[in-house]
């Protein structure tokens, strides 16, 4: 299978990988970031993080009947002191325009920083529950998935990341 993937930054080692140990694809964030450390406000009882949607550069065009499982690497809390903020993220064939950049919406437990190129979360391509019985059969016999790069996407936008409202 031939996944489309646009790319912000343009390098072959920024692209999904899958590790021989494994069947899930690490994403690595192309950009540095950066998280202060949780302030204390003893008046007020209350602790407040930092907490950033780390952008991982990417816009893909699943087929329909697919979604991808967006999902923290197990090392990114014990290595970064980072949370992902809603356990998983759910990336359906909808979420495919320019604009429909995949991020990470993460919580600092501490100081700490993200270098470009490090793998933060992972994700793996499953069939939808709306997937049609061709979509299903043709799922058993694929052996493997292939990114191409593309410059655009020719799929109009859905609206970026938390677009389906409220």
């Known amino acids: 299978m031939k996944l489309k993937i646009k790319c912000q930054v343009v390098d072959p080692e920024l692209l999904p990988t899958i590790l021989d140990k494994g069947d899930w694809f690490d994403l690595k964030t ?11 406000n003893m008046d007020d009882n209350v602790i ?17 009947g697919y979604e991808a499982i967006l999902a923290a690497r197990s090392s990114l809390f ?18 495919c325009g320019k604009d429909d ?13 993200c270098n470009k190129g490090e793998r933060l979360c992972q994700f793996r391509l499953q069939l939808s529950q709306k997937a049609s019985i061709w979509t299903k059969l043709k799922w ?3 052996s493997k998935i292939e990114f191409i790069q593309v410059s655009e996407l020719g799929i109009n936008n859905r609206g970026g990341l938390g677009s389906t409202g409220l």
């Open 30 to 40: 192309p950009y540095f970031t950066a998280f202060k450390a949780p302030i204390v």
């Open 48 to 64: 407040q993080y930092d907490s950033k949607l780390i952008n991982l550069g990417i816009a893909m065009e699943l087929p329909k």
């Open 78 to 95: 014990g290595k970064k002191g980072l949370l992902v903020t809603n356990s998983i993220g759910i990336i359906d064939s909808s979420y």
């Open 101 to 113: 950049i995949w991020k990470l919406p993460t919580i600092a437990m501490r100081k700490t920083s």
């Open 140 to 142: 058993l016999f694929i």
